[in-house]
C-alpha cells in the first residue's frame, strides 16, 4: 500500500474520504473516481442541456485541471499521492470535488467549508455561473439541498471588530487573563489552519501574510507566518513580521499591566509567537537581545503566576526547525 503524503491524508480524512480499503493510493484513487463519475451525473441532472463532454470538463476544471482526460491520467500516476508539488496541481485540488454529504456530517466545519467554497468558486468559473447560484449548485452536487443547509450559518466579521477580548479569569480581581478569540476569529484560524497545516513553508507563510494584510493584529496568521519564515532561513522577515502583529496586539487589546494565563488556550499563539522571537533573534546571532527578549518572557509568565524559566526552556526546546510547529497543547508547569 503507497503512503499518502502527510498533506494529502490530512485533507482526506478533512474531507470524509476514507475508502474501504484504507487510506493508502488505490483505495482513494478508486473513491476519487467512483465520486467525481457522481458529479458529473447530478451536473447533468441539474442542468439537462450539458452534454456528457461537457459535464466531465466542467467537473476537471472544478478540479483545476484542463481536461477530464489529464484529470484522469494524473490520478493513474502513484506519484501524485505521495508528493504535494509547491507552485502546481496536486491531487489536493481533486479532493473538494469528491466531497459527500452522506460521508460527512452537516453543516460543514470551518476547514471543510474553505475547501467546498474553492469548489464552488472554481465551478462558477467552470459554467460562467454569478453567485449564490454557484454555490447552491456546488451544494446539490455534494447531495445537499443548498448551501445553507451544506454550510450553515456563518459568523461575519466587521473590519473594526477586534479579533480578541483581553478577559480575566476572575472579573474584578488581579487574577490572571485570557485573549479570547470572537466567534469570526475562531473561525478565520480554522480556515487559515486548513489551508497551511502540513504545505510548503512557501505557500504557509504566503497564505498567512494575506491573512495578516487585512487584519495585522491576527495572531494565528503571524504565527504560522513566522514558523514558515524560519523554516525559509528568512530569520530577519520572520522577526519583523512577529514584531507587527506584537505591537498590533498589545497596543489595542493587552493592557499594560497584563497578567496573560501560560495555562489557557486562548493565549497559546500570543506565547508562541513570543517565542518565535526569541527563535528568530537566536537565528540572526542577535544573541543579546534574543537574551534580554526571553528574560522579559519569563518575567511575564513568572507575573502570571508560571514557572517562567522552565517553562520557557520548554517551549523553545519543543520549537522544531525543520518544521515550525510546535506541539498542538502548550505544557503548563
Known amino acids: 500500500m503507497t503512503q499518502l503524503h502527510p498533506r494529502i491524508a490530512f485533507l482526506a480524512d478533512l474531507l470524509g474520504l476514507r475508502p474501504p480499503e484504507g487510506d493508502g493510493e488505490r483505495g ?51 506519484a501524485c499521492f505521495t508528493r504535494f508539488p509547491s507552485g502546481r496541481w496536486s491531487v489536493a485540488d481533486v479532493l473538494p470535488a469528491a466531497v459527500d454529504v452522506d460521508s460527512i456530517e452537516l453543516p460543514l466545519n470551518d476547514g471543510q467549508r474553505l475547501y467546498a467554497r474553492h469548489f464552488a468558486m472554481r465551478l462558477a468559473k467552470a459554467l460562467a455561473l454569478e453567485q449564490p447560484a454557484a454555490h447552491d449548485l456546488a451544494a446539490r452536487l455534494y447531495g445537499a439541498e443548498s448551501w445553507l443547509a451544506l454550510a450553515g450559518n456563518i459568523p461575519f466579521l466587521a473590519p473594526d471588530e477586534p479579533l480578541y477580548t483581553y478577559q480575566k479569569t476572575e472579573p474584578g480581581t488581579d487574577a490572571r487573563a485570557a485573549l479570547h478569540p470572537s466567534r469570526g476569529c475562531v473561525r478565520l484560524a480554522a480556515e487559515l489552519t486548513a ?16 491573512a495578516l494584510t487585512r487584519r495585522p493584529d491576527f495572531l494565528t496568521a503571524a504565527r504560522i507566518a513566522v514558523d514558515a519564515l524560519i523554516e525559509q532561513e528568512a530569520d530577519q522577515e520572520a522577526l519583523d513580521c512577529g514584531n507587527r502583529t506584537l505591537r498590533a496586539v498589545s497596543g489595542s487589546i493587552i493592557p499594560t499591566s497584563a497578567r496573560l494565563d501560560a495555562c489557557s488556550p486562548a493565549n497559546i499563539e500570543y506565547w508562541r509567537l513570543r517565542c518565535a522571537r526569541v527563535i528568530a533573534l537566536r537565528q540572526l546571532e542577535r544573541f543579546d537581545d534574543a537574551d534580554d527578549e526571553k528574560v522579559e518572557l519569563v518575567a511575564k509568565l513568572i507575573e502570571a503566576g508560571a514557572t517562567g524559566e522552565a517553562l520557557v526552556a520548554q517551549w523553545l526546546a519543543e520549537y522544531r526547525p525543520a518544521q515550525g510547529l510546535w506541539p498542538q497543547a502548550t505544557t503548563c508547569l
Open 28 to 78: 482513494l484513487t478508486e473513491l476519487l473516481l467512483c465520486r467525481l463519475e457522481e458529479k458529473c451525473q447530478r451536473l447533468r441532472n441539474e442542468l439537462p442541456g450539458l452534454t456528457f463532454s461537457a459535464s466531465e470538463a466542467t467537473i476537471a476544471r472544478a478540479c483545476a485541471i484542463p481536461k477530464w482526460r489529464l484529470l484522469i491520467h494524473e490520478l493513474a500516476e502513484p
Open 195 to 210: 489551508l497551511t497545516y502540513l504545505a510548503h513553508p512557501e505557500a504557509r507563510a504566503h497564505a498567512a501574510r494575506h
